[in-house]
Nanobody, 116 residues
Framework: QVQLVESGGGLVQPGGSLRLSCAAS????????MSWYRQTPGKERELVAS????????NYADSVKGRFTISRDNAKNTVYLQMNSLKPEDAAVYYC?????????WGQGTQVTVSS
């Protein structure tokens, strides 16, 4: 019943910007923290950013700090990842993750390509 659906990925040039969205359903979205992860070919999935249920706390990987911003709109059951000053090394499949009770839920992922 819990479902997370990412959107907003695509092709962008180095230095460009992109905003990812994750639409959640099947649970009381406002009660739970949310996170963004990414995975590149041949590498493990890594945590990019996380946000608390009421957006009072955010956390970022050092590699994206100052360039990416995580936010949420609890009225829309949506979490966002604003990505600025994109670098080629940011290219990856980006996943939305939520933890509901004792179980983790993942979206299907959205591809971000950073290339000239």
């Amino acid at each position: 019943q819990v479902q997370l659906v990412e959107s907003g990925g695509g092709l962008v040039q180095p230095g460009g910007s992109l905003r990812l969205s994750c639409a959640a359903s099947g649970f009381t979205f406002s009660l739970y923290p949310m996170s963004w992860y990414r995975q590149t070919p041949g590498k493990e999935r890594e945590l990019v950013a996380s946000i608390s249920s009421t957006a009072g706390y955010t956390n970022y990987a050092d590699s994206v700090k100052g360039r990416f911003t995580i936010s949420r709109d609890n009225a829309k059951n949506t979490v966002y990842l604003q990505m600025n000053s994109l670098k080629p090394e940011d290219a990856a499949v980006y996943y939305c993750k939520g933890r509901v009770l004792a179980r983790e839920y993942w979206g299907q992922g959205t591809q971000v390509t950073v290339s000239s």
